[in-house]
């Protein structure tokens, strides 16, 4: 249902963009988001936009990262930059439903020297 992709090796300042395609219309999730894992962390939430396009932002990333969707390609984005070694994690995109919910398989982002 959902596919992550776009995570790779960066310099810490440097930017990425992760992308969360959506087998059918995007439009179907009332909310979608970004989460991360850290190793020997727990999941947390990075950032999430509405179905009409409200945001949240964790206080870790926000004013550096920016979320956004595009409908008619039923693709969630998640623009990453001023990369810090802390924002390194394997990077998962849900989107919720009423009834169920859809994880996408990680992308692992690594911010190193």
């Known amino acids: 249902q959902l596919q992550a992709s776009g995570g790779g090796l960066v310099q810490p300042g440097g930017s990425l963009r992760l992308s969360c395609a959506a087998s059918?219309?995007?439009?179907?999730?009332?909310?979608l988001g970004w989460y991360r894992q850290a190793p020997g962390k727990q999941r947390e939430l990075v950032a999430s936009?509405?179905?009409?396009?409200?945001?949240y932002y964790a206080d870790s990333v926000a004013g550096r990262f920016t979320i956004s969707k595009d409908n008619a390609k039923n693709t969630m984005y998640l623009q990453m930059n001023s990369l810090k070694p802390e924002d390194t994690a394997v990077y998962y995109c849900?989107?919720?439903?009423?009834?169920?919910?859809?994880w996408g398989q990680g992308t692992l982002v690594t911010v190193s020297s």
């Open positions: 849900k989107g919720a439903q009423p009834d169920t919910e859809y």
């Open positions: 059918g219309s995007i439009f179907t999730f009332y909310r």
């Open positions: 936009i509405a179905r009409f396009g409200d945001t």
